[in-house]
């Protein structure tokens, strides 16, 4: 039985739709909840494939939030090892970072349900091609990745132009939330840092809209994201080769 290490920064970002998926497949998980334990320092060597979910901080925290610092160098090693990583919003800004992309504040916010668009290579990845030409999907973000020079840019979007990329044959960034389900975004909705995130967002995307969307989009996206995630996972378990990466210090 193969073990999947997930990331986790915060009670509020769960793997959602991801978690039963996993489990399904026989996988063991091991949660390396940072909120809880800001100092851990789990051997990555052990596990065949890692999940960075999404959180409040960001990759420019790195003086005051010396986890961050600990994943950076996590997701190397499993680079390094060949084995499969998922970054999801502040994991695939991690991971766009580690690979020498710059992240940044975006200057419009996404939060609520936006179109993506795949690139020809986003069409025929053998990952994220189940979301097809265009499709929404549920995002809360401020900042945004730019796609590193080595990685393949997947799908694009409207108002954030960066959405999702893949290095190699089995790491991949999205910044956006396919594991959300309704139950999880009305937490979002009732959580009042979210709360007070949306509020700033002046606009058309406010708490009603962000429901009545949910109700029209939930659905189509749950069953896009469930043969994503399993794509993603058929890749657990395979054996990958070795990839040498430069040595580098985080600060």
Same mark, same amino acid.
């Given at each position: ?13 769960? !793997?959602?739709?991801?978690d039963p998926l996993i489990r399904r497949r026989g996988h ?8 809880? +334990? ?14 960075? !979910? ?16 600990? *994943?950076? @160098? ?7 090892? #060949? ?6 919003? $502040?994991?695939?800004?991690?991971? @766009?970072?580690? !690979? #020498? ?18 690139? +020809? ?35 694009? #979007? ?5 959405? @999702? ?7 991949? #960034? ?9 139950? $999880? ?11 007070? *995130?949306?509020?700033? !967002?002046?606009?058309?995307? +406010? ?45």
């Amino acid at each position: 039985m193969s073990r999947i290490l997930v990331f986790q920064h915060v009670a509020a970002e769960p !793997l959602g739709t991801l978690d039963p998926l996993i489990r399904r497949r026989g996988h063991r998980i091991r949660f390396v909840n940072f909120e809880r +334990d800001p100092d851990a320092q789990p051997d990555v060597d052990r596990y065949k494939g890692l999940v960075v !979910l999404g959180g409040p901080m960001n990759v420019e925290d790195q003086s005051h939030r010396a986890h961050l610092r600990t *994943e950076l @160098a996590a997701i190397e090693r499993m680079l390094e090892l #060949g084995r499969p990583v998922l970054g999801i919003c $502040l994991g695939s800004q991690l991971l @766009a970072h580690v !690979l #020498g992309a710059p992240v940044q504040r975006h200057h419009t916010p996404e939060i609520g349900w936006y179109p993506v668009h795949a690139t +020809d290579a986003g069409k025929a990845d053998p990952v994220l091609s189940p979301l097809g030409a265009s499709t929404p999907v549920f995002q809360w973000h401020g900042q945004h990745f730019q796609i590193p020079a080595t990685a393949t840019q997947l799908m694009t #979007g409207d108002v954030c132009e960066q959405q @999702a990329f893949r290095w190699g044959d089995n790491a991949y #960034g999205f910044q956006f939330h396919l594991e959300m389900d309704q139950p $999880l975004i009305e937490r979002w909705l009732a959580n009042p840092a979210y709360r007070a *995130e949306l509020e700033q !967002l002046a606009g058309s995307h +406010d708490e009603a809209t962000i429901r009545a969307d949910t109700e029209r989009h939930i659905q189509g996206m749950q069953e896009r994201a469930d043969a994503v995630f399993n794509n993603f996972l058929d890749l657990v378990g395979r054996p990958q080769r070795r990839i040498t990466l430069p040595s580098r210090e985080w600060v």
